[in-house]
């Protein structure tokens, strides 16, 4: 398994948008050696709508590196490590407005990217992002609020705990054998609410009816990190791919 170097990076926007998920639809999307982490009898899914700038190596002090849109799909997941159950999340897709970075796809970056177009349109009060790629498209179209709502998570802080301990994401490797992992840390975690106005996903949309509901937003802007090998346990794979192709409606 290819070990990626450490990089640092500023999350100049991050939009999580949170769905409640049937745990036997979710399981059918994930790889043997992976199980849906439940939060009160449901699966946690989502898309990741990163803005990176000044990625670089860790070492390169000057702020000055590549950025980009990112886009992840991703399931919050559980495995047996050697002493205990580990968790963090699974990323089937990974896509991207950088060419760089679909190149550089499980070889600098973990996990294989698709090359997407994106549009944002951002302002204090509102953000807009589409992404549209041969496969996959997503709109968002959400409101930075002080209010909380989730039927998932009873406070901001439980729904900030959640996704700031499931630091470290598996991505397929090119081998489609094995797994890439990556953990992404920050002394600056910090989160706060967004009202989803209207949000589709045709990854989400796809599965069977009522079987994925949008839940919450979550909204970062303005924080370093860095990104490194795991060091820890990585799941086993077997013999299924986490495709979209194993639900069946």
């Known amino acids: 398994m290819i070990t990626p170097p450490t990089l640092a990076a500023t999350i100049e926007r991050r939009l999580l948008v949170n769905y409640r998920v049937d745990p036997a639809v979710a399981q059918r999307l ?21 803005r990176l700038g000044d990625l670089r190596p860790s070492w390169f002090v000057p702020r000055i590196g590549w950025g980009a849109e990112n886009a992840a799909h991703r399931f919050a997941v559980e495995w047996d490590g050697a002493d205990g159950v580990r968790t963090g999340v699974y990323i089937p897709e990974r896509h991207t407005a950088s060419r760089l970075a679909v190149l550089a796809g499980g070889r600098v970056f973990p996990g294989r990217h698709r090359l997407a177009r994106f549009v944002s349109e951002e302002s204090p009060e509102r953000i807009r992002l589409t992404l549209d790629s041969p496969a996959t498209t997503v709109r968002a179209d959400v409101r930075p609020t002080t209010a909380w709502s989730s039927s998932l998570f009873p406070t901001l802080a439980s ?10 994401g598996w991505s397929p490797a090119l081998d489609g054998r094995s ?12 989160v706060s609410a967004a009202e989803p106005v209207r949000v589709e996903s045709s990854f989400f949309d796809s599965l069977p009816a009522g ?14 990190v860095t990104w490194n090998s795991p060091g820890i346990d990585a799941p086993r794979t077997g013999s299924r791919s986490g495709s979209r192709a194993g639900v069946r409606r």
């Open 211 to 224: 079987s994925a509901v949008l839940d919450d937003v979550l909204l970062m802007r303005d924080v370093p």
């Open 179 to 190: 797994f890439q992992g990556i953990r992404l840390a920050t002394d600056a975690w910090s």
């Open 159 to 168: 729904a900030s705990a959640f996704f700031q301990s499931g630091s470290v």
């Open 30 to 50: 994930l790889p043997e050696g992976l199980r849906p982490q439940l939060v009160d009898g449901s699966a946690v899914a989502g898309i990741c709508l990163l």
